[in-house]
């Protein structure tokens, strides 16, 4: 089991960037692989990028690559969504997301946890 918590949404204007943040409450947060969602009002929810457990490696959706970058800090049991060069567009409620799996997957069905969500507004 593990609860996630995210932070660091608000307001930015385009072109601007936020670090969003998930911590993680359990003693395995490291063999957990997580990933970030969004959903904007009046759309379902979609795949934003997500980082492998044990490779560290990272995927990107083609909306956010290049300027959306995930890391994570085991000893914080905490993962990071660094957005930077934000657009209008990226306006949507942030989720992240924990599952166990050793490949990228980027459906919600890979993720049984998760967060409640942290809300990122870009204006123009």
């Known amino acids: 089991q593990v609860q996630l918590v995210e932070s660091g949404g608000g307001l930015v204007q385009a072109g601007g960037s936020l670090r969003l943040s998930c911590a993680a409450s359990g003693r395995t947060f490291s063999r957990y692989s997580m990933g970030w969602f969004r959903q904007a009002p009046g759309k379902e929810r979609e795949f934003v990028g997500t980082?492998?457990?044990?490779?560290?490696?990272?995927y990107y959706s083609d909306s956010v690559k290049g300027r959306f970058t995930i890391s994570r800090d085991n000893a914080k049991n905490t993962v990071y969504l660094q957005m930077n060069s934000l657009e209008p567009e990226d306006t949507a409620v942030y989720y992240c997301?924990?599952?166990?799996?050793?490949?990228?997957?980027?459906?919600?069905?890979?993720?049984?946890?998760w967060g409640q969500g942290t809300q990122v507004t870009v204006s123009s």
């Open positions: 980082i492998i457990w044990n490779s560290g490696s990272t």
């Open positions: 997301a924990a599952g166990t799996r050793t490949y990228v997957a980027t459906t919600e069905g890979f993720y049984p946890y």
